[in-house]
């Protein structure tokens, strides 16, 4: 297996009641992509 390309370590955002917080995950895919990260 060859890996290649930039792989950052990704976590889930959870609200303080535990929830998946779909708003922080937004921004944190948008961070990435606008980082140009892929692998």
Do not use: C, N, Y
């Amino acid at each position: 297996m060859r890996f290649h390309g930039i792989i950052p370590p990704h976590v889930t955002p959870f609200t303080q009641e535990g929830d998946l917080d779909l708003i922080s995950l937004d921004k944190l895919l948008d961070f990435w992509l606008e980082a140009k990260v892929h692998g």
